[in-house]
Nanobody, 128 residues
Framework: QMQLVESGGGLVQPGGSLRLSCTDA????????IGWFRQAPGKEREGVSC????????HYADSVKGRFTISRDNAKNTVYLQMNDLKPEDTGVYYC?????????????????????WGQGTQVTVSS
């Protein structure tokens, strides 16, 4: 089945950590660049991070640099987003998406129209 599934969201206090996972049955994740996006209530969806298909290139939004780390394990059909030092402004629904068009050595997060497969999202809430 051609579907991405996110997991790992939840409620965490400021300064805490979460690790999100994005996986599928093996039809999409190992063969595509993967991006993480988020949408807070009342705001537009924004790109958070991405990793190229072969894992050699990563990119982060300025707001999460130094706090979030993206990685992938293609043998497990999974991409991870490790989120540390979480802040209330990180709250939102986090989506993973696959870009099957882009070259295998790069990825982008400024244009979510690049991405042609999306998951249903997982809620992350950072609050005391």
């Amino acid at each position: 089945q051609m579907q991405l599934v996110e997991s790992g969201g939840g409620l965490v206090q400021p300064g805490g950590s979460l690790r999100l996972s994005c996986t599928d049955a093996g039809f999409i994740v190992p063969y595509t660049a993967i991006g993480w996006f988020r949408q807070a209530p009342g705001k537009e969806r924004e790109g958070v991070s991405c990793i190229s298909q072969i894992g050699n290139y990563t990119h982060y939004a300025d707001s999460v640099k130094g706090r979030f780390t993206i990685s992938r394990d293609n043998a497990k059909n999974t991409v991870y987003l490790q989120m540390n030092d979480l802040k209330p402004e990180d709250t939102g629904v986090y989506y993973c998406a696959a870009d099957s068009y882009i070259d295998h050595s790069v990825c982008v997060i400024h244009d979510d129209d690049e991405y042609n497969y999306w998951g249903q999202g997982t809620q992350v809430t950072v609050s005391s």
